[in-house]
């Protein structure tokens, strides 16, 4: 649970001492918020958590917005640059047969170095470390020159960050706070992440007057799609995955087949399925008016705060470039804190995962990177943990960024400890 | 029985000093010659300050257990908010955190410490000592830089005070103080501290007119492992040829340099001065850079009589001594024969020493 | 050398100037100075321009090509001949001073391209430095780092402190080798100052970079490091808005506001109660003091003090200013003689100061025709066993910024 400290005269000894001192109390909240069930939309109960504790830790503001996000400030001497360290508290149903969990998936246990439990590593553990690691800044007393902005936002497994839009959209543009800098505390395995593909979910509706004709090229277009999922290397190759059977609506006799596609960073959604429309359509005789469209799927979803919203399944890919001014920063304060800095990118290894990064870089142009504990490969599976030592080295590598970023600078000054 | 209990707050440390400081007590040693060198070290140890919560119990343990009368702390950096030696009351309370931004890594402990002390029931009164109280009113020409004056409007406010201050004021002035009390004719002192970074400072009737130090400790004389006064076009290209940020520029000019550099390992000044083959290099330039800052302090006091010695690495002295001196009376036009002084005393035990001063001061009658 | 008296000379201005007024050749010889509009866009251009004109005026084509290198690394360390093997090297030397060498090794390879058979001479100004020890030219940083950049104390004007040095041994007697002094080149952009010991240079004010030491017309001399640190953090790593602060907006002009030459600043402080004028004074003449008394230490019994350049040779305010109160080194100004400095050299120390105080007119042009001679000569007397008996032409290269 410790991270050895290295001896020496400045700025980072200290951040060390402390880290190593929190580290207990961190992994305990982070236990707390895992026992606490929060499935997408139902995030109320560990908002209360969030809320009460940044408050104890004397955040110098804890603010719930209305839809249901939690976020604490810390004041420095300017009110620019802001840092937005942000976790999402909801987590996914735990993987349906509970016999596979060897520990019960909300016992968030804390055994062998590890905490258990569904969220544990997406994304309760960054949660707790980001909290502490803005406690840890204000504790040591470092003064800041810019603010920094700890949020825990809510929807964002249901795929699309609905929380953290809201959160910057509205309620940060609404106390005209613009936040220059994000930190999700996102699964990396302690690694620094700028980036992951993306994926969208594709609902092709078919109809024509003819109710044999419409089976028939159902099939034909399932057939299609099947191929363009399987046949890799061919020319034209479309790379789906998961072609749903093709389901027919026996009153209005219309057909609808759903699937999903990786999205890369050059893809255009719009371009994707007019390519995907024109394979979908081979053999097909276009007669008998055959109505076809392929569009994203979207749905209208309830919030537990009861607001609704339209949501559209589509993650875009996103990247920060790696030699931004955030990158270096980052890699820099990492490196000089002793911590691990390998910058890299998401895999997703589960189709579905995604990140608020996507909509923080795309739609609102703020530098994002990601620096969590967790491991993706252990998150939306059975069995997820996350280990508390990551947690600690979390919670100084994420103090150690955000220093660099909005600490009044510490030059020129050492302790007298003689080395 | 009267004490004092004299604290330096050091990273995640607090050093503790219990002093008993009756007037009537005799010092055993001999070394006492005035009244307030009468106090006497009774105990001496550290409190490790992290958790709130563990070292206000030790505090609380600490003050209940000897019942002092007072506590001073030591606090190395006052600005020009703090020219001199504060009794404490609330209102310095504010004053102190505003200092935070320009002495980030100091100011937030010695907070932190006062707010704690002051949750001690009763509280003894606490008096605070300032590193740079004694450079406060340095000759104008002596802290200014010759930048604008006006940089906190195009680079923010945290930039601090651009000038010149030293930092090992205590230490300094005490001397000062001593040399003075003993008769000695004094005016032009040069007075080297050697401490982990070790300063120069030229007193003139009493007060300082030039100093080693800078806007912050790293400028000056090199330290156990800070560089001293660097060519600023050294940082524009490590900036520009490797991309380090100032970060990392800071943690290789603070962490990594000074004799430690010289040297090729962990090395202190102590260990340098004393010499040795190994420590030739270091030796050389160490003692080059002090015969500099003294030759410095030479011009703007016109000349000088005395030279002095302290710090806590001050019994190495002996060797710089031996050599440092013949080269600063070879510079003088006519021979002439400097008073030499060695401070011995700690930082702790001058502290008490000023206490028990100005103890007595108010309760002498004449 | 023959003689040492400048035939002709003058300067190529605004060369690719971006301003409405053209480039232009500011041309002086016996018969008076004339201006002549040309137009060159780039250094190679206004060589030939020179050539040209140069080709019109009798008894002026050049027998040796001599530059001035600001900063020849370790390929070009001392003054030297230039072989026809190094000019690899020489391509090599351009980004060690990016403002002042790429211009030269252009010109040098012009030289080589258009008049193969003359020889060209490179001088150093960081040659006469070399015998700095290593105790004053080590910076106390780790020494993978130093070696890798090359990071030491180079030390600059080294030319000018040579030549005056040499100027004060002729004048008062002493054989160079027996010569203590501290050096003051006090120009109206840079200043730097040197402490000489039998000779030779064991120390300079100006270090790796001519940033630091002394107050100077932009640049802020010495500095806090941390505080640069500050700077480029606060200015978002914005690295080159701290170096133009630091190298062209400090100094002289960054203290006053209104003006980088302290004669101005004088002017202002002595005859109004301005009160950033008088700091800006007190600021400037403070830090030579302080190094005047740090160098006569070093150099132990000096023998003179020498003042050149713009300000140590025409202000005998700041001369009276910063040899005051020195007694203690054996130093005493005359402040009559001072005032009514005339001719050069001259010694205005008073009778009685044990320390001479010289006022020297640097000539650094000079100076690099008498090393390139020097060089040329020795050279020859290598090659053919004879010494050359004719009279020299030199053209001396100096790129001034």
């Known amino acids: 649970m410790w991270v050895k400290p290295r001896k020496g005269n400045t700025m980072y000894t200290l951040l060390k001492e402390h880290a190593n001192y929190l580290a207990k109390q961190a992994a305990e909240f982070a236990s707390d918020l895992v026992r606490t069930p929060s499935p997408s939309l139902c995030e109320n109960s560990v908002a209360r958590l969030v809320e009460k504790r940044m408050y104890q830790l004397g955040y110098d503001k804890v603010i719930v917005d209305d839809f249901g996000n939690v976020f604490g400030i810390i004041y420095g001497i300017d009110p620019s640059p802001v840092v937005l360290l942000n976790s999402h508290m909801d987590t996914v149903a735990p993987n349906e047969k509970e016999g596979l969990w060897e520990v019960p998936p909300y016992s968030g246990e804390l055994a062998g170095g590890k905490l258990h439990g569904v969220g544990s590593s997406d994304c309760k553990g960054g949660l707790a470390a980001q909290i502490y690691a803005g406690y840890l800044l204000k504790r040591i007393m470092l003064p800041l020159r810019g603010t920094l902005i700890v949020a825990a936002t809510v929807s964002e497994e249901n795929g699309l960050s609905l929380g953290v839009q ?120 276009p007669e008998h008016n055959l109505k076809f469209d392929i569009k994203v799927r979207e749905e209208v979803q309830r919030l537990q705060s009861g607001q609704t919203v339209q949501v559209r399944f589509l993650s875009n890919a996103w990247e920060t470039n790696p030699f931004s001014p955030l990158m270096d920063r980052a890699r820099e304060a990492l490196a000089l804190a002793g911590c691990k800095n390998q910058p890299g990118k998401w895999k997703l290894p589960h189709l579905g995962m995604g990140t608020a990064g996507s909509i923080l870089t795309k739609r609102f142009n703020i530098p994002t990177v990601g620096y969590g504990p967790g491991l993706e490969e252990a998150a939306h599976s059975e069995n997820e943990y996350v280990e508390t030592d990551k947690i600690t080295e979390a919670i100084l590598g994420t103090s150690s960024i955000v220093h660099s970023l909005v600490g009044v600078p510490v030059f020129g000054w050492t302790s007298d400890l003689e080395i | 029985m009267s004490r004092l209990i004299v604290l330096i707050p050091e990273g995640y440390f607090i ?50 257990k000897y019942s002092p009368e007072a506590i001073a702390v030591r606090i190395l950096y006052g600005g020009e908010e703090f020219k001199r030696t504060q009794i404490y009351d609330r209102s310095i309370l504010e004053r102190l955190e505003s200092l935070a931004a320009r002495s980030p890594l100091h100011i937030p402990p010695s907070v932190r410490l006062l707010k704690a002390l002051e949750r001690i029931v009763p509280t003894p009164e606490i008096y605070l000592f300032f590193e740079t109280a004694f450079f406060a009113n340095l000759p104008l020409g002596e802290r200014t830089y010759a930048i604008d004056g006006n940089l906190s409007e195009a680079y923010g406010e945290g930039l601090g005070d651009i000038r010149r201050y030293g930092y090992h004021g205590l230490f300094h002035g005490a001397l000062a103080g001593k040399i003075k009390e003993r008769g000695i004719d004094a005016r032009k002192i040069l007075s080297i501290c050697l401490e982990p970074i070790p300063e120069v400072a030229g007193i003139y009737d009493g007060k300082p007119v030039t100093v080693s130090g800078g806007s912050t400790p790293l400028e000056g004389l090199p330290g156990n492992s800070t560089c001293g006064e660097l060519d600023p076009g050294i940082i524009l290209l490590l900036e520009e040829k490797k991309k380090w940020g100032p970060e990392r520029i800071n943690e290789m000019l603070s962490r990594k340099s000074g004799v430690t550099a010289l040297v090729g390992r962990n090395a202190t000044i102590a260990e340098v001065l004393r010499g040795g083959r190994d420590f030739e290099k270091a030796s050389d330039l160490l003692e080059y850079r002090i015969l500099l800052s003294c030759g410095a302090a030479m011009s703007v006091m016109g000349g000088f009589d005395t030279v002095a010695f302290s710090g806590r690495y001050v019994e190495a002295a002996d060797r710089l001594a031996g050599r440092l001196i013949p080269k600063l009376i070879g510079a003088s036009s006519a021979p002439f024969h400097p008073a030499l002084f060695f401070m011995q005393d700690t930082l702790d035990r001058l502290i008490a020493e000023s206490y028990c001063r100005s103890r007595l001061a108010t309760t002498m009658t004449f | 050398m023959p003689s040492e008296e400048e035939i002709l000379g003058g300067e190529v201005q605004r060369i690719g100037a971006k301003t409405a007024e053209s480039s232009r050749i500011v041309h002086h010889d016996s018969r008076g100075e004339i201006v002549r509009r040309v137009s060159v866009k780039g250094y190679r251009e206004a060589f030939s321009e020179v050539m040209k004109l140069l080709a019109g005026e009798s008894g002026a084509s050049p027998d040796i090509f001599a530059h001035r290198l600001v900063q020849g690394g370790t390929e070009f360390p001392s003054n030297s001949i230039i072989r026809d093997d190094d000019f690899e090297a020489l391509e090599l030397i351009k980004g060690l001073a990016p403002i002042h060498n790429p211009p030269v090794v252009e010109i040098i390879e012009e030289c080589k391209r258009g008049y193969p058979g003359i020889p060209q001479a490179v001088v150093l100004d960081t040659a006469f430095h070399s015998t700095i020890p290593s105790y004053a030219y080590t910076y106390p940083i780790p020494s993978d780092i130093a070696g890798q950049l090359g990071i030491r104390k180079y030390g600059f004007h080294g030319i000018s402190h040579q030549y005056v040095t040499r100027a004060a041994s002729d004048y008062l007697h002493i054989p160079l080798q027996e010569l203590n002094a501290v050096s003051c080149h006090l120009g109206s952009g840079g200043a730097s100052i040197c402490a000489v010991v039998g000779g030779k240079s064991v120390d300079n004010t100006m270090g790796f970079s001519p940033l630091q030491g002394l107050v100077m017309s932009t640049r802020c001399g010495d500095l806090d490091p941390a505080l640069i640190l500050k700077l480029i953090a606060y200015s978002g790593g914005n690295y080159s808005k701290v170096n133009d602060l630091l190298n062209k907006k400090s100094g002289v002009l960054g203290m006053s506001s209104i003006s980088s030459d302290i004669r101005d600043v004088i002017s202002r402080a002595t005859k ?62 005359d402040e009559w003689k001072n005032k009514k400095v005339s001719q050069f050299p001259t010694d205005i120390a008073a009778k009685d100061s044990r320390v001479r105080i010289i006022v020297v007119k640097t000539n650094e042009e000079l100076a690099i025709a008498k090393n390139s001679y020097e060089l040329f000569v020795s050279q020859e007397r290598d090659s053919s066993g004879s010494e050359e008996g004719e009279s020299l032409d030199e053209q001396v290269d100096c790129i001034n910024s």
């Open chain 1, 166 to 285: 809201h959160l910057i959209s509205k309620t940060l543009a609404e106390m005209n706070i613009k936040v220059d800098y994000a930190i999700l505390g996102e699964p990396t395995g302690l690694g620094l992440f700028y980036g992951h593909d993306g994926w969208v979910e594709f609902r092709i509706g078919m109809d024509s007057p003819n109710p044999n004709y419409l089976q028939d090229a159902a099939k034909v277009v399932f057939q299609n799609l099947l191929n363009a999922s399987e046949l890799k290397g061919l020319p034209g190759y479309l790379e789906l995955m998961n072609v749903e059977k093709p389901k027919f609506a026996t009153e209005s006799g219309n057909v609808l087949i759903s699937f999903n596609r990786r999205l890369f960073p050059d893809d255009d959604t719009d371009k994707l399925a007019e390519r995907i429309r024109d394979y979908s359509l081979q053999n097909i005789s």
């Open chain 2, 15 to 64: 050093e503790y000093h219990v002093y008993s400081v009756e007037s009537d007590s005799v010092a055993t040693d001999g070394h006492a010659t005035k009244p307030w060198e009468a106090c006497s070290l009774e105990w001496t140890g550290k409190i490790r300050f992290r958790g709130e919560g563990l070292s206000l119990e030790e505090l609380r343990k600490l003050i209940g």
């Open chain 3, 272 to 333: 109004t109660d301005d009160e950033r004028s008088q700091m800006t004074l007190d600021v400037y003449l403070w830090r030579i003091r302080k190094y005047m008394g740090a160098y006569l230490t070093v150099v132990g019994h000096a023998d003179a003090i020498v003042f050149t350049d713009t300000i140590g040779e025409s202000v005998p305010y700041v001369r009276e200013a910063v040899c005051r109160n020195l007694e203690f080194f054996g130093v005493k100004l």
